[in-house]
């Protein structure tokens, strides 16, 4: 069975996508928290599929080499994120490495750690979870919309590297999504975008014919907020 390695699996967006994925893949789950990881895996595998734990900071680079270098993978999905919003003069500098850290850097040092096997194999799939922020700007999102512009520059630039390769890349954007990220409390806005929604969108990429790739998917609500 053919591997996918999802970050920020234990919750929210991540865990939707493992979920869906596990329907094909054997899971490689990956977060900070191996307790919340354990439901994770025990849900896959009630359902019968296979999914495994890495206990994981995508942000410390040397961990992720170690723990995910040797692994053979067909499919990384970047999903593990932080979003601080606030306004830059309120934004302390370690509030600002954090999010960079994480966003930026983390799914550099993941990719990174999978991508030489994939190239050596000349198959895999590269899906980052960008946001609709990436190409807009809002008050109190300074730090995360420029994270989110970058993960939109890396993702198109890679394609560009790699797609001769075999290896093909998708950014996801989505809109607004009903979890628990920022500070928000999921469940009390049914207009939202669902987690489900943006994994059925990496189910889609992953499975599309070898000789087509689609690059960036931009995901929104079908209906917006009202007072």
């Not at 723990?67 to 999903?79: G, H, I, P, Q």
């Not at 003069?89 to 966003?103: F, G, L, P």
């Amino acid at each position: 069975m053919s591997a996918a390695l999802v970050t920020g699996a234990s919750r929210g967006i991540g865990r939707a996508i493992s979920e869906r994925l596990a329907e094909r893949y054997e899971i490689i789950a990956v977060a900070r928290s191996a307790k919340a990881l354990e439901d994770v895996v025990r849900r896959i595998e009630a359902r019968g599929g296979r999914c495994r734990a890495i206990a994981l900071d995508v942000s410390d680079h040397a961990a992720v080499s170690s723990a995910l270098a040797s692994l053979e993978v067909d499919v990384v999905v970047n999903n593990a994120g932080l979003g601080i919003i606030k306004p830059i003069a309120d934004m302390s500098v370690d509030e600002w490495r954090r999010q960079v850290s994480v966003n930026l850097d983390g799914m550099f040092y993941v990719t990174r750690a999978v991508l030489p096997g994939m190239i050596t194999r000349k198959r895999g799939y590269v899906v980052n979870i960008g946001s609709l922020a990436g190409r807009n700007a809002f008050v109190g999102g300074a730090c995360y919309s420029a994270t989110k512009h970058a993960v939109i520059g890396f993702s198109e630039s890679l394609m560009l590297e790699v797609r001769d390769a075999g290896v093909r890349v998708t950014v996801i954007m989505p809109g607004s999504v009903d979890t628990e990220f920022a500070g928000h409390t999921a469940g009390n806005a049914p207009w939202k975008l669902t987690p489900a929604d943006v994994a059925e969108s990496v189910w889609y990429v992953v499975n599309q014919p070898e000789h087509a790739l689609v690059s960036r998917v931009e995901l929104r609500p079908a209906r917006v907020a009202h007072a």
